[in-house]
């Protein structure tokens, strides 16, 4: 404010001095060119010695006039200029911070800090809420970014601002600098994650709050997707970490678990020597023993790192097929319904056919056993097969839907663990999705999770495609299928 009154002075100093300095550069040009010419004049217009006094006034008159309106003339004009080239400079201003505004990559609100209302707002402002920005103004601001649940460690808008009902009364503003972030319901109802960040502006009397609020809709995508890649590197390493484990294990179990299965087998065949209870548990100690057995046997699969010594070329739909046909007659049996759809346009996959069919029939297996513990009629199984385009590549997602009973919330995160099952009592080991994890990882693919208790369970599997030379094996021999 003091360098505007210091500028205001100067330019009152200077045009003193400019008129001072006209002002005697035009009485001297007066004097000595147009004085004399002048005079003559009009001695010659009222002649005689009686005109004396008039012609004496008039001469002072004209002298008087000339001088003044010559410096105003000059001093007007000049003064003109200065304002014009101001004016110019002002509008170039404008237009360049209009056009700052306009195409700024952040949303600005501009809201009067008396009553919140928005004065104005950019482009980017509307976009970002989905209204046009001359929709917004006069509206008030904590109304338009109606809160739809603050996040972790901020408040709402509202809160944010002071622009509650008690408030509305002529509260002073209350800007917040530092980022803060807020979630708020868009033009479309959908909840929208905002940063958003207030500070004040006073022009004159008048004060206003600059909002500027980002959209995050983004940057919680990309965290989303780094936790997930997170998330499966810490499995692939606990994977790996336990296949070392499992190798050393599963031999030093191998040779006395075979003796004992076969001793109890000689005992069983010399069956005479004892009852029937004895015999039972003869029985008994060979079954749990060959289950330990079939444990021991996926140990030793889990821990063998030879996934590419026997990659091929695989239809994945020939590899579907295969694997429903061992479970046909268990689906109908159980009431389920099975549909594949597997669409034409599906590439081979390099891989090995019969790890993938584990795979599947894993994925397989944990459906039936889900829609089996379901108590409703309407039991469905689909695989759906589509290629896709995922940043660059060809990809062949496979999707396994189970309407059954879903996975509690708790679970979800556990269900790739090994040794984690719901159904140690009926024979499960919590390896089948540990080793589909490490096989689908081997071949440079992924497999995810979503599921809702009591509504249904999807696995979706995704492996980069193949170019196939010839039409994939595809829905003319399984598509649409029903068991």
Same mark, same amino acid.
């Given at each position: 404010?003091?360098m505007k009154k210091?500028?205001?002075?100067?330019l009152?100093l200077?045009f003193?001095?400019?008129?001072?300095v006209l002002t005697l550069v035009?009485?001297?040009?007066?004097?000595?060119l147009l004085m004399?010419p002048l005079?003559?004049?009009v001695?010659?217009l009222?002649?005689g010695?009686e005109?004396?006094?008039?012609r004496?006034r008039?001469a002072?008159r004209?002298?008087?006039?000339?001088i003044?309106?010559t410096?105003?003339?000059?001093?007007?004009?000049?003064?003109?200029l200065l304002?014009?080239?101001?004016?110019r400079?002002l509008?170039?201003?404008?237009?360049r911070?209009?056009?700052?505004?306009e195409?700024?990559?952040?949303?600005?609100?501009v809201v009067?800090a008396?009553?919140?209302?928005v004065?104005?707002?950019?482009?980017?402002?509307?976009?970002i809420l989905g209204y046009?920005p001359?929709d917004?103004q006069?509206?008030h601001i904590?109304e !338009? @970014?109606?809160?739809g649940?603050?996040e &972790?460690?901020?408040? %709402?808008?509202? $809160?944010?601002? *002071?622009?509650?009902?008690r408030?509305r009364?002529?509260?002073?503003?209350?800007p917040f600098?530092a980022?803060?972030e807020i979630?708020?319901?868009?033009a479309a109802g959908s !909840? @929208?994650?905002?940063s958003?960040?207030? &500070?004040?502006?006073? %022009?004159?009397? $008048?004060?206003f *709050?600059i909002?500027i609020?980002r959209d995050?809709t983004?940057?919680?995508?990309l965290?989303?997707?780094?936790?997930?890649?997170?998330a499966q590197?810490?499995?692939?390493?606990k994977l790996?970490?336990?296949?070392?484990? &499992?190798a050393?294990?599963?031999h030093?179990?191998?040779n006395?678990?075979s003796?004992v299965?076969?001793f109890?087998?000689?005992l069983?065949?010399?069956?005479?020597?004892r009852?029937e209870?004895?015999?039972?548990?003869?029985?008994?100690?060979?079954?749990e023993g060959r289950?330990?057995a079939?444990?021991?046997t996926?140990?030793l699969?889990?821990?063998r790192?030879?996934?590419?010594a026997?990659?091929e070329?695989?239809?994945?739909?020939?590899?579907?097929?295969?694997?429903?046909s061992?479970f046909?007659?268990?689906l109908?049996?159980?009431g389920i319904?099975a549909?594949?759809?597997?669409d034409?346009g599906?590439?081979?996959?390099?891989?090995?056919a019969?790890?993938?069919?584990?795979v599947?029939?894993n994925l397989?297996?944990?459906?039936?056993h889900a829609?089996?513990?379901?108590p409703r009629q309407s039991?469905?199984?689909?695989?759906?097969?589509?290629?896709v385009?995922?940043q660059?590549r060809r990809?062949?997602?496979?999707?396994f839907?189970d309407?059954g009973v879903?996975i509690?919330?708790e679970?979800i995160?556990?269900v790739?663990d090994?040794?984690f099952t719901t159904r140690r009592?009926?024979?499960?080991?919590?390896?089948?999705l540990?080793?589909s994890?490490a096989?689908?990882?081997d071949?440079g693919g992924?497999?995810t999770?979503e599921?809702?208790?009591g509504?249904f369970?999807?696995?979706?599997v995704?492996l980069?495609?193949?170019?196939?030379?010839?039409?994939?094996?595809?829905e003319?021999?399984?598509?649409g299928?029903?068991a």
């Open positions: 404010m003091g210091f500028g205001g002075a100067r009152i200077f003193v001095i400019l008129t001072f035009v009485i001297y040009t007066w004097e000595g004399k005079y003559s004049y001695e010659s009222y002649p010695p005109n004396s006094d008039y004496w008039v002072q004209i002298e008087h006039f000339f003044s309106s410096v105003d003339a000059i001093v007007v004009t000049a003064l003109l304002v014009r080239r101001q004016q400079e509008r170039e201003s404008e237009e911070y209009r056009a700052v505004f195409q700024a990559g952040d949303g600005i609100g009067r008396t009553n919140h209302l004065v104005e707002v950019n482009k980017k402002f509307g976009d046009q001359n917004l006069g509206k904590c !338009l @970014l109606e809160s649940g603050a &972790s460690g901020s408040g %709402t808008l509202s $809160e944010l601002m *002071l622009c509650g009902p408030n009364g002529g509260r002073a503003p209350a600098p980022e803060a979630t708020v319901n868009s !909840l @929208l994650p905002l958003a960040s207030c &500070s004040t502006l006073t %022009t004159g009397k $008048e004060t *709050l909002l609020i995050l983004e940057r919680r995508r965290e989303r997707q780094q936790d997930q890649m997170r590197l810490f499995q692939t390493s790996a970490s336990l296949g070392e484990l &499992s050393g294990v599963a030093e179990i191998n006395p678990l003796a299965i076969n109890a087998q000689l069983k065949d010399d069956g005479d020597a009852g209870t004895n015999q039972m548990m003869v029985n008994g100690i060979i079954d289950r330990i079939a444990i021991v996926n140990l699969t889990f821990a790192q030879d996934s590419y026997a990659s070329q695989v239809e994945i739909g020939r590899v579907i097929a295969d694997a429903m061992l046909g007659h268990q109908k049996r159980d319904s549909v594949i759809d597997i034409g599906v590439g081979p996959i390099l891989a090995s019969s790890r993938l069919r584990q599947i029939v397989i297996s944990n459906a039936r829609l089996r513990a379901d039991k469905i199984l689909r695989i759906t097969v589509r290629q385009e995922s660059g990809h062949v997602h496979i999707e839907f309407n879903g509690p919330e679970n995160d556990k790739f090994p040794f009592n009926s024979g499960g080991t919590g390896l089948g540990s080793l994890f096989i689908i990882h071949y992924r497999i999770v599921s809702e208790p509504g369970t999807r696995f979706i995704e980069p495609a193949k170019a196939a030379e010839e039409a994939p094996y595809a003319g021999s399984v598509g299928r029903r």
